[in-house]
């Protein structure tokens, strides 16, 4: 029988398969956004994103978390996937027609240009949440189940067809349209709805991933175990506050900047600036969320096991080192990378290794929070994300009309390191781990050093010495690693074989 770390990084691999492809498409849309549209547009764009992941969070209410703690501990697993996906039919349908009605009420309170298009843009975006929780539980099962090549290809075909699909409408229809063109594709671009093409491709794309889980859905009868369900929110309750403060920490800074700064007229530039330079840190987020699909039913699986709490003080050294390669193969190259997104742009580049760390500080977090997933103290976890989103909103609101979107890059670097501190210490109180501190802060320590290093000749060299030097230092820092890891990963490898 194989290591179940080995497995874990087996599955985190397909998953990622699942993820990378994706994110990366999706980065690939980021300059051709960027450089095809105003820093203002992209900004629209990005804002009504944000609200898309609060409201992803309130339609969804903690369900998938919920089925995989109470799939794990019944029996009957076929009546828990019922009772959660029958739950998530019907509110979805309660929450989805409730927004659709008052979408022109929803526009116009947003202070948002495109104001003739935006109730159009409200109905899209509604049925893209809509659709998102409809899949969430079979995609749940899907991962329950070990199923991870199956998600992944379902992943990857829904953002494949969304990458298309915008591909063709914002390039192909658009240049039709510019050039005089009378033809069918010229006829589907309207100026006026610009970048709102963006949000159609994917509620399209959403639409034709549905029919192909459409076998997950069979055999589904329409009757609730009260009982079950009763208790199933009785767990889930806290996961949603937590849901929603931690959209707070990851979404809020690109809803509420525009509201914040002083000068109007550059308010939406700055939501549009700060958001393009977020997805730099792509890389950092697409592992913490292939680490997460793999990790979460890893985890309940292994809870039983004797030997569960010393494999998990394992997994986050290495996920942490993992983190730490990533920090430095983009800090260290962004003197390249900052191509990515259009001239306009790049004047926020400085908040990238910021927002680095603070997607490290979010990854522990994820790490440290199995402790009251599995103690069932998910209260704790809902006040640990409380904290985070106190700290962002007071931060945002204090510093922002000051020193705008960099205030919210440090605003939520000091959430997810509040976090970190405050899960660690309330799980060494309630389910304690003994995690390998001394190596983490010494790796941690080495990466900022070599990070800080870099500075010593930035801008003062040729841009390919830059380059050379740099990944020089990375270099170094994967030599240390081998040097200090080896004999610990010759022991896993021997252990799993």
Same mark, same amino acid.
């Given at each position: 029988?194989?290591?179940?770390?080995?497995?874990?990084?087996?599955?985190?691999?397909?998953?990622?398969?699942?993820?990378?492809?994706?994110?990366?498409l999706?980065?690939?849309l *980021?300059?051709?956004?960027?450089?095809?549209?105003?820093?203002?547009?992209?900004?629209?764009?990005?804002?009504?994103?944000?609200?898309?992941?609060?409201?992803?969070?309130?339609? *969804?209410?903690? %369900?998938?978390?919920?089925f995989?703690?109470?799939s794990a501990?019944?029996e009957?697993?076929?009546?828990?996937?019922?009772t959660?996906?029958?739950?998530?039919?019907?509110?979805?349908?309660?929450?989805?027609?409730?927004?659709?009605?008052?979408s022109?009420?929803i526009?116009?309170s947003?202070?948002?240009?495109?104001?003739?298009?935006l109730?159009?843009?409200?109905?899209?975006?509604?049925?893209?949440?809509?659709?998102?929780?409809?899949m969430?539980?079979?995609?749940?099962r899907?991962r329950?189940?070990?199923?991870?090549?199956?998600?992944?290809?379902?992943?990857?075909f829904?953002?494949?067809?969304?990458f298309?699909?915008?591909?063709?409408?914002?390039?192909?229809?658009?240049?039709?349209?510019?050039?005089?063109?009378?033809g069918?594709?010229?006829?589907?671009?309207?100026?006026?709805i610009?970048?709102?093409?963006?949000?159609?491709?994917?509620?399209?794309?959403?639409?034709?991933?549905?029919l192909l889980?459409?076998?997950?859905?069979a055999?589904?009868?329409?009757k609730i175990?009260t009982d079950?369900?009763?208790?199933?929110?009785?767990?889930a309750?806290?996961?949603v506050?937590?849901?929603?403060?931690?959209?707070?920490n990851?979404?809020?800074?690109?809803?509420i900047?525009?509201?914040?700064m002083?000068?109007?007229?550059?308010?939406?530039?700055?939501?549009g600036i700060y958001?393009?330079c977020?997805?730099i840190?792509?890389? %950092?987020?697409?592992f913490?969320?292939?680490?997460?699909?793999?990790?979460?039913?890893?985890f309940?699986?292994?809870?039983?096991?004797?030997?569960?709490?010393?494999?998990y003080?394992?997994? %986050?050294?290495?996920?942490?080192?993992?983190?730490?390669?990533?920090?430095?193969?983009?800090t260290?190259?962004?003197?390249?990378?900052?191509?990515?997104?259009?001239?306009?742009?790049? *004047?926020?580049m400085?908040?990238?290794?910021?927002?680095?760390?603070?997607?490290?500080?979010?990854?522990?977090?994820?790490?440290?929070?199995?402790?009251?997933?599995?103690?069932?103290?998910?209260?704790?976890?809902?006040?640990?994300?409380?904290?985070?989103?106190?700290?962002?909103i007071?931060?945002?609101?204090?510093?922002?009309?000051?020193?705008?979107?960099?205030?919210?890059?440090?605003a939520?670097?000091?959430?997810y390191?509040? %976090?970190?501190?405050?899960?660690?210490?309330?799980?060494q109180?309630?389910?304690?781990?003994?995690?390998?501190?001394?190596?983490?802060?010494?790796y941690?320590?080495?990466?900022?050093?070599l990070?800080?290093?870099?500075?010593?000749?930035?801008? *003062?060299?040729?841009?390919?010495?830059?380059?050379?030097?740099?990944?020089?230092?990375?270099?170094?820092?994967?030599?240390?690693v081998?040097?200090?890891?080896?004999?610990?990963?010759?022991?896993?490898?021997?252990?799993?074989?």
């Amino acid at each position: 029988m194989s290591h179940p770390l080995k497995k874990l990084a087996g599955q985190t691999v397909v998953y990622g398969l699942g993820t990378i492809v994706p994110r990366l498409l999706n980065y690939l849309l *980021t300059p051709f956004l960027t450089y095809g549209f105003t820093a203002a547009e992209f900004g629209i764009n990005s804002e009504l994103y944000g609200y898309i992941a609060f409201l992803n969070v309130i339609f *969804t209410y903690g %369900m998938e978390t919920t089925f995989f703690n109470f799939s794990a501990k019944t029996e009957n697993k076929n009546e828990v996937y019922n009772t959660a996906l029958v739950a998530l039919l019907m509110s979805t349908a309660v929450f989805t027609g409730l927004l659709l009605l008052f979408s022109n009420a929803i526009a116009g309170s947003l202070s948002t240009p495109n104001a003739t298009y935006l109730p159009k843009f409200i109905v899209w975006c509604t049925l893209i949440i809509g659709t998102d929780a409809l899949m969430a539980i079979p995609f749940a099962r899907l991962r329950a189940n070990q199923q991870a090549l199956k998600f992944s290809l379902l992943k990857l075909f829904n953002v494949v067809v969304t990458f298309g699909l915008t591909i063709f409408l914002l390039q192909y229809c658009k240049k039709a349209y510019e050039a005089g063109d009378t033809g069918f594709a010229a006829s589907l671009y309207n100026p006026e709805i610009g970048i709102g093409y963006a949000f159609l491709a994917a509620l399209l794309s959403n639409f034709a991933t549905l029919l192909l889980l459409g076998p997950e859905f069979a055999g589904i009868q329409f009757k609730i175990n009260t009982d079950l369900l009763k208790a199933m929110l009785l767990y889930a309750w806290p996961l949603v506050i937590l849901g929603l403060a931690g959209m707070v920490n990851e979404t809020l800074d690109r809803i509420i900047i525009k509201e914040l700064m002083p000068d109007k007229s550059l308010a939406q530039d700055a939501v549009g600036i700060y958001s393009a330079c977020y997805k730099i840190a792509i890389l %950092m987020s697409i592992f913490r969320q292939a680490f997460q699909f793999a990790a979460e039913p890893f985890f309940f699986g292994k809870a039983r096991d004797k030997d569960a709490t010393h494999t998990y003080a394992v997994v %986050m050294k290495y996920f942490v080192i993992f983190c730490l390669f990533i920090f430095l193969g983009t800090t260290l190259n962004l003197n390249w990378i900052q191509y990515f997104v259009g001239e306009n742009f790049r *004047t926020g580049m400085a908040v990238v290794p910021i927002l680095l760390i603070a997607n490290i500080c979010l990854g522990v977090v994820y790490n440290l929070s199995i402790w009251f997933k599995l103690s069932g103290k998910t209260r704790y976890g809902a006040i640990i994300a409380i904290a985070g989103a106190i700290v962002t909103i007071a931060l945002n609101v204090a510093f922002v009309p000051t020193y705008g979107y960099m205030a919210s890059a440090w605003a939520t670097l000091a959430a997810y390191f509040t %976090m970190m501190v405050l899960s660690y210490f309330f799980g060494q109180k309630y389910y304690p781990i003994k995690y390998n501190l001394r190596a983490i802060f010494t790796y941690s320590a080495l990466t900022l050093g070599l990070y800080l290093l870099s500075h010593l000749w930035h801008n *003062t060299i040729g841009f390919g010495s830059e380059i050379i030097i740099n990944n020089l230092l990375i270099l170094v820092f994967a030599a240390l690693v081998y040097k200090l890891e080896i004999n610990n990963l010759k022991r896993i490898r021997n252990h799993a074989s």
